[in-house]
């Protein structure tokens, strides 16, 4: 099992945000993780990411336990809704930046950046800075700046969120091509049904600190809890009530 979570429960104060959190992923595999403000969601991911410390449990990455190692020396990153690119580089600089930490030959970064421009279908847009980008091109920016340092694991917090529908859909599209295209293995987190079920190989939900993962997504959508269920009797219910209206 390429991750496996044992165990892990953290506290503020006097409330459990995590309760016994327990799950594994295979490598290259995604994990949507659907639940409701405020269940845990973010804090979950942080965990995991490093930037917040558990008050116990295992995060066993590729065989090794990497619960108390460093953000930087886990191989995860962290991409939330709000991504943060560099303001004052543009577009290929700012994908380069982590092969230009790494102190890579500029013959090897050109013909990484590229190949990841070209992948992102960005190829137009590389000379541009930040704020001349659409939200759609930001995101796919920092997919690009994320990828390219080849990460062992992902972590997506809501990331297609402020999208308008179009674009989401878009990126959605782009985001299942590039997981297959760099072998990626990552955890996202969605509140949205639709995207639950198209993002994930596995999907969890989250409540009240408690995650529940899924044998499948027929487990998933028969479950009363998931919400998914009432979606399906709106739509039901839009669909009869349009077919007495007509007869
Ligand atoms: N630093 C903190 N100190 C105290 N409580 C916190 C802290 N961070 C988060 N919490 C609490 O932990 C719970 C889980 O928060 P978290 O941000 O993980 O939820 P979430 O599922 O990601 O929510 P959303 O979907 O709204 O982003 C909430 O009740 C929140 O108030």
Not at 38 to 61: F, N, Q, R, V, Y
Not at 116 to 126: F, N, R, T, V, W
Not at 128 to 145: A, D, E, I
Request: charged share 25%; aromatic share 8%; proline share 3%.
């Amino acid at each position: 099992m390429f991750l496996e979570v044992k165990n892990i429960v953290k506290s503020f104060g006097s409330e459990q945000i995590i309760k016994e959190l327990n799950f594994t992923l295979n490598a290259q595999n995604t994990m949507s993780i659907l639940g409701k403000s405020g269940c845990g969601k973010t804090s979950m991911l942080k965990i995991i990411g490093g930037l917040l410390s558990p008050d116990a449990g295992e995060i066993i990455l590729n065989g090794i336990n990497v619960a108390n190692q460093s953000p930087k020396h886990r191989k995860i990153v962290y991409l939330y809704q709000e991504d943060l690119l560099f303001p004052h580089l543009n577009v290929f600089e700012n994908i380069a930046f982590g092969l230009r930490l790494k102190k890579l030959p500029e013959n090897e970064i050109i013909q990484k950046v590229n190949s990841i421009i070209a992948s992102l279908e960005l190829e137009d847009q590389s000379g541009k800075m930040p704020h001349q980008l659409s939200g759609g091109q930001r995101q796919r920016v920092s997919f690009g700046r994320a990828i390219i340092i080849n990460p062992a694991l992902l972590l997506l917090d809501e990331p297609f969120g402020s999208l308008d529908a179009g674009t989401r859909q878009r990126m959605q599209e782009l985001f299942k091509k590039l997981t297959k295209e760099f072998d990626i293995t990552s955890l996202f987190v969605t509140h949205d049904l639709k995207e639950a079920i198209l993002m994930g190989d596995q999907i969890a939900f989250m409540q009240k600190g408690r995650l529940k993962v899924y044998q499948d997504k027929t487990e998933f959508i028969n479950d009363k809890e998931t919400g998914v269920q009432d979606e399906i009797g709106f739509w039901d219910g839009l669909k009869s009530k349009e077919t007495i209206s007509k007869h």
